[in-house]
């Protein structure tokens, strides 16, 4: 199988590389507009800014393909909510040149990698797949466009679009600034954790997430592309989709189970979830039975994912 890998210098862009090339022996051909330190991975690289179109150079640099994984976003909603305008516009422009490109070309699928934050928050409920979009955010909003785009695409120029939707994806090489890496970056220097939550009563409730981790992100799309798997809940009127996370657990839960795996005492700096930043809520989380009942099961898991992650960002922070 030949992979397009787009978004390759991002943290799950190497992860999903890796993958291909040495768990799933695929030839992978990456696609970026910057250099990346995992670069050593890029055995058959193009760079390209896709908030240009690719052109018949470009397309000659990629030749022919069969799967496109497109991972080229910006995802930093801090960052984004600093410059809504130009993040949107880089989301919604690079996604709809890749799949301009790919309406021409016979392709086995077209995944487009998408968030739960294009649902909005889950309160006490589970989204299910095709749940309505409630993006709370210029940053969710622009995924979400980036579905509608793929859809269109999907039902106009026969691109055979999957779209994949998870949350809070982690493990190593995470940007610095990500719940896990900065949490434990803390925890060495024995310094307080911030955890967002909200105060009833004596006690603070942490905000929950689900947390997947990048290896089972990348095996479960591989594990979906190669296995006949049903679309009974999905309908013909709509291309496929898929929920894929890990396990649910409390941010603080997160924090407790990186100071055991370090030994070391968590101090926590509560804050209240609504001074963490616009568009942030106490709970996000995504069913994936419908994955599960196809008979899919985590390679790590999101327990063996946090042992890992914790142990690799000890050894960067001991170098």
């Given at each position: 199988?030949?992979?397009?890998?787009?978004?390759?210098?991002?943290?799950?862009?190497?992860?999903?590389?890796?993958?291909?090339?040495?768990?799933?022996?695929?030839?992978?051909?990456?696609?970026?507009?910057?250099?990346?330190?995992?670069?050593?991975?890029?055995?058959?690289?193009?760079?390209?800014?896709?908030?240009?179109?690719?052109?018949?150079?470009?397309?000659?640099?990629?030749?022919?393909?069969?799967?496109?994984?497109?991972?080229?976003?910006?995802?930093?909603?801090?960052?984004?909510?600093?410059?809504?305008?130009?993040?949107?516009?880089?989301?919604?422009?690079?996604?709809?040149?890749?799949?301009?490109?790919?309406?021409?070309?016979?392709?086995?699928?077209?995944?487009?990698?998408?968030?739960?934050?294009?649902?909005?928050?889950?309160?006490?409920?589970?989204?299910?797949?095709?749940?309505?979009?409630?993006?709370?955010?210029?940053?969710?909003?622009?995924?979400?466009?980036?579905?509608?785009?793929?859809?269109?695409?999907?039902?106009?120029?026969?691109?055979?679009?999957?779209?994949?939707?998870?949350?809070?994806?982690?493990?190593?090489?995470?940007?610095?600034?990500?719940?896990i890496p900065s949490a434990v970056k803390r925890l060495l220097a024995d310094?307080?954790?911030?955890?967002?939550?909200?105060?009833?009563?004596?006690?603070?409730?942490?905000?929950?997430?689900?947390?997947?981790?990048?290896?089972?992100?990348?095996?479960?799309?591989?594990?979906?592309?190669?296995?006949?798997?049903?679309?009974?809940?999905?309908?013909?009127?709509?291309?496929?989709?898929?929920?894929?996370?890990?396990?649910?657990?409390?941010?603080?839960?997160?924090?407790?189970?990186?100071?055991?795996?370090?030994?070391?005492?968590?101090?926590?700096?509560?804050?209240?979830?609504?001074?963490?930043?616009?568009?942030?809520?106490?709970?996000?989380?995504?069913?994936?039975?419908?994955?599960?009942?196809?008979?899919?099961?985590?390679?790590?898991?999101?327990?063996?994912?946090?042992?890992?992650?914790?142990?690799?960002?000890?050894?960067?922070?001991?170098?």
């Amino acid at each position: 199988m030949r992979v397009l890998v787009t978004g390759a210098s991002g943290f799950i862009g190497y992860h999903i590389i890796k993958y291909l090339l040495e768990a799933a022996d695929c030839e992978v051909v990456t696609l970026d507009r910057h250099i990346s330190i995992h670069e050593d991975l890029w055995t058959n690289h193009v760079t390209h800014d896709l908030r240009n179109s690719l052109g018949p150079g470009v397309s000659r640099l990629i030749g022919d393909v069969d799967v496109v994984i497109n991972l080229a976003s910006s995802s930093d909603v801090p960052e984004f909510l600093r410059d809504p305008v130009k993040h949107t516009i880089n989301n919604v422009g690079s996604t709809l040149h890749l799949l301009d490109w790919a309406s021409g070309r016979k392709l086995k699928a077209f995944i487009q990698v998408s968030t739960n934050e294009v649902y909005g928050p889950a309160d006490q409920r589970d989204v299910v797949e095709w749940s309505p979009l409630v993006p709370q955010t210029p940053y969710s909003a622009s995924k979400a466009a980036q579905e509608m785009l793929a859809i269109g695409y999907w039902k106009t120029y026969d691109v055979p679009v999957v779209i994949i939707n998870t949350m809070h994806v982690f493990g190593e090489y995470q940007p610095p600034q990500r719940f896990i890496p900065s949490a434990v970056k803390r925890l060495l220097a024995d310094e307080p954790v911030t955890i967002y939550g909200q105060k009833k009563h004596a006690n603070w409730q942490a905000t929950s997430r689900q947390w997947t981790y990048a290896p089972d992100l990348a095996d479960s799309i591989y594990w979906l592309l190669t296995h006949d798997v049903s679309r009974s809940s999905a309908g013909h009127n709509i291309p496929d989709r898929w929920n894929i996370v890990g396990a649910e657990l409390t941010c603080l839960a997160v924090a407790q189970r990186a100071a055991e795996r370090l030994g070391k005492t968590l101090s926590v700096d509560w804050q209240s979830w609504r001074t963490a930043r616009p568009g942030y809520d106490m709970r996000y989380a995504l069913d994936d039975t419908r994955l599960r009942k196809q008979g899919y099961t985590p390679l790590y898991g999101t327990t063996v994912g946090l042992e890992r992650t914790v142990d690799w960002l000890q050894n960067e922070e001991n170098k």
